[in-house]
């Protein structure tokens, strides 16, 4: 349910940030979207910002993250790089959004058919791309479960990719960064990662990429 867009955002849980998110996509997968009054929006929140989430997301353009979590102004802070991918300076905007902006919960989303993803695949280190796809090379060493056609024309090497990338990420800024550690450690942010399905509109968060504490087995390692 839409409630004002700065309404006991202080109060609100990792937990229950992440629940808003889900019940967002389930929306928008039944192509209905919550109420609002955008330019009330527009006016409340124009000396103020306290985004709920921060989102490192892809640059794709079918991949708006307002849009498949049916959210409004205010209400997000998008990073949006190639492959999802947690650079120095991707890294800094989250750390500004949940050190100053208050923001809660930090979500690390890639998708289906991504094209960085299957530029990885392909070994593809070329032009400024090759910055991108040097941070992704990780995660297409890291799939062991396909031992054959290891390109870009096998869906299901790249789809383990996909998932793999969103965990190198999440250890990348986990590593990275100690405002964001501190910040967990001490209860008042999450990290979860989570895949956008192209074809369905469906994200999913799955158990093991969900982070509420540092006692999580992927941030232990």
Sequence with gaps: MYKHPLKDREKMSPQEALAILLEGNERFTQNISAHRDLLNVVNITKDKQHPFAAILSCSDSR?????????????????????????????????????????????VLGHSGCGAIKAACDGFSGGHIGEITKMIFPAVEAE??????????????????????????????????????DLLNRGEIGIVGGVYDLQTAQVSFPDQYQIFNADHPLVQN
């Excluded at 102004?73 to 190639?82: C, E, P, Q, T």
Aim: hydrophobic content about 35%.
């Design 63 to 107: 991949t708006s993250t307002e849009l498949i979590f049916d959210q409004g102004l205010g209400d997000l802070f998008s990073v949006r790089l190639a492959g999802n991918i947690a650079s120095r300076k991707a890294i800094g905007s989250l750390e500004y959004s949940c050190k100053y902006l208050g923001s809660k919960l930090i979500v």
């Design 144 to 181: 062991k479960t396909v031992k054959e056609n290891r390109t870009s024309e096998n869906v299901t090497f790249v789809e383990h990719v996909c998932d793999l990338n969103v965990k190198t990420q999440i250890d990348t800024i986990w590593n990275s960064s100690e405002i964001l550690r």
